[in-house]
């Protein structure tokens, strides 16, 4: 385990450096969002486009959340323990479209709900409830900066360069995001780290700039870094 924090803790520092660099082509993230997509990447929006248009009619007020797995159930006990409410979501492509394609699978969020201000965290279950490092939750605690270079949505940007990414067919401008409507927040950007550890991408970003949204998930993660 230690060998693995230490792992984790390096290539969180390189990031660190990446995003605390000031010239703005250093930022892969920016790079993508405002490069020209590649004949590949455009073939690619336009087969989504076409799973999409012969998507049955039925999908298109959403489809209703699986429920928890069965490796779950204590995470989302937890969850409800620590204060927070379980949402299990589904992942859609091209959400700013009233006719998004919904996708395979589902993951169950805790979200946490601040009493003082209304805002709001989500965490993936197994991210909150683990005692083993992610990058995820690293993300979180060791806060690397934003740095300067990001255009377009700061928080999605902001995932990229941690590594990361909450983008739907990258950057097509169409829009994706892990759906529940029962929700206050129906469209989560959630910052999926490649170890599938997840912090919506706005809740990081907010935080790294010293706002708690929600609650303070260093306070209930079961995850505690070495002090």
Known sequence: ?????????????????????????????????????????TSFVAGLRRAEAEQPSQHLLGVEPAALRPDEVAAGKYCVKTGGQVYVRTPEYDTNSSHPLVLSGHASFCQYTSTSDGSRIHILLNTLYSKKPSLAALAYILMPPLGTGCNGNPASCYCSLLGASDQFGGASGAGGSWVNLNSEDQD???????????IDSWGLTYHTAGVIRGTDLTKVMRYKYPS
């Open 1 to 41: 385990m230690k060998s693995s924090l230490i792992a984790s803790l390096a290539a969180i520092a390189i990031l660190t450096t990446a995003c605390a660099s000031s010239d703005g082509n250093q930022y892969p993230a920016s790079a993508a969002l405002g490069g020209q997509p590649s004949a590949g990447h």
């Open 188 to 198: 989560l950007e959630a910052c999926i780290f490649p170890d599938r550890s997840s």
